[in-house]
């Protein structure tokens, strides 16, 4: 199944990638791996994580402190939110 972005999803990654690499070289590009991991494994069991809310679920990094926010489309699977989750809790609900 495809998988897509919202664009403040995408923007969110970029961020994150950047804080991770400036943190300690090689660092983002690590998380970007867990991340693409992550992405690996909804792509194949998209049912698999928990629910979030009543249309979206989460799946989290193993390394890092971030879920990945998605719903189940019709033909696609859309990321809502790359959510770091030391921040508050469902900011990104208005998003669906």
């Known amino acids: 199944m495809k998988i897509n972005f919202l664009e403040i999803a995408q923007i969110e990654l970029d961020d994150a990638i950047g804080y991770y690499n400036y943190q300690a070289p090689g660092l983002g590009d690590a998380f970007l791996t867990e991340v693409l991991n992550a992405l690996d494994r909804i792509g194949e069991f998209p049912e698999a994580w928990q629910p979030g809310s009543?249309?979206?679920?989460?799946?989290?990094?193993r390394r890092f402190p971030y879920g990945i926010i998605y719903q189940i489309r019709q033909h696609e699977i859309l990321v809502v939110a790359v959510a770091n989750l030391h921040r508050k809790p469902d900011y990104w609900k208005d998003r669906i």
């Open 54 to 61: 009543k249309r979206t679920r989460r799946c989290q990094t």
